[in-house]
């Protein structure tokens, strides 16, 4: 949860820094980020995760939290800023406590879901056959959300 809680903050100050730009639909073209992941993770290799392993089955007890922190600032970071960022963009600050209380909720139950789900074995296989694909279509699904919301997709089909 600290690698997240990190991302979270940095992901929030950056997009509330980009709040500041006048045009809300200029906003919408942050989905071209998450849209850009999803197309670099159906090309991606799986050189990326084997290191991440690596690097957590070297680490000691007494280092572990850091080292999870660590590992889940780099190997999940641009992406999870990639979705962090826009959909903070286009959040009111006031429905900001919420959602981070939610964030802390949902993430600690998903995980948990997660670990139990990967435990069953025709689970397990579909993730390891499709994973890489369901990962893209979800982040290219989440910009063309983010380009449609700003109304971005609107204003430059009013343009042509």
């Known amino acids: 949860m600290g690698g997240n809680g990190l991302l979270l903050a940095v992901a929030i100050i950056v997009a509330y820094v980009l709040k500041l730009i006048p045009a809300e639909w200029l906003l919408g073209l942050l989905g071209l980020i998450p849209i850009y992941m999803g197309i670099r993770t159906f090309f991606a290799d799986d050189d990326e995760v084997d290191e991440a392993k690596e690097t957590l089955a070297k680490a000691s007890s007494t280092k572990i939290i850091s080292n999870v922190v660590l590992i889940t600032v780099t190997t999940c970071g641009a992406d999870n ?41 025709a689970v397990h296989q579909f993730f390891a056959k499709f994973g890489e694909t369901t990962t893209a279509i979800i982040y290219i699904a989440l910009g063309l959300y983010v380009l449609w919301d700003a109304g971005t997709i609107t204003h430059i089909l009013a343009l042509i």
């Open 81 to 121: 800023l990639a979705m962090y960022i826009p959909f903070f963009a286009n959040t009111p600050f006031a429905y900001l406590p919420a959602i981070l209380g939610l964030f802390l909720v949902i993430l600690t139950v998903i995980i948990f879901a997660a670990y139990r789900l990967t435990l069953v074995p």
